[in-house]
């Protein structure tokens, strides 16, 4: 069983910055993608950001040039470094993991962490 545990959200001003974690454990197939996807009151959830187990990323346009996905393969862990926060970034953010396994694909999901940007 997969189990991803996020940690690093809370309430920051406007301009500041944040840093969130997320640690899989479990059964983890060692190729996949982890990444960040975060949702605001009443809208959708979206992606933030994404990182494959090689190194390649995926960044939202929205927070480009401000957060930064980078991961730890050992540790199987991966991280959001957010910089120059806007009111517009506050939600709930979650942490995701990606893989194959021969015609399956699995996908899991943290429980969330939240995030508050006051202006």
């Known amino acids: 069983q997969v189990q991803l545990v996020e940690s690093g959200g809370g309430l920051v001003q406007a301009g500041g910055s944040l840093r969130l974690s997320c640690a899989a454990s479990?059964?983890?197939?060692?190729?996949?993608?982890m990444g960040w996807y975060r949702q605001a009151p009443g809208k959708e959830r979206e992606l933030v950001a994404l990182?494959?187990?090689?190194?390649?990323?995926n960044t939202a346009d929205s927070v480009k040039g401000r957060f930064t996905i980078s991961r730890d393969n050992a540790k199987n862990t991966v991280y959001l470094q957010m910089n120059s926060l806007k009111s517009e970034d506050t939600g709930d953010y979650y942490c995701?993991?990606?893989?194959?396994?021969?015609?399956?694909?699995?996908?899991?999901w943290g429980q969330g962490t939240q995030v508050t940007v006051s202006s």
């Open positions: 990182i494959t187990s090689g190194g390649i990323t």
């Open positions: 479990g059964s983890i197939f060692s190729i996949n993608t």
């Open positions: 995701s993991l990606e893989y194959r396994r021969g015609p399956d694909k699995y996908h899991h």
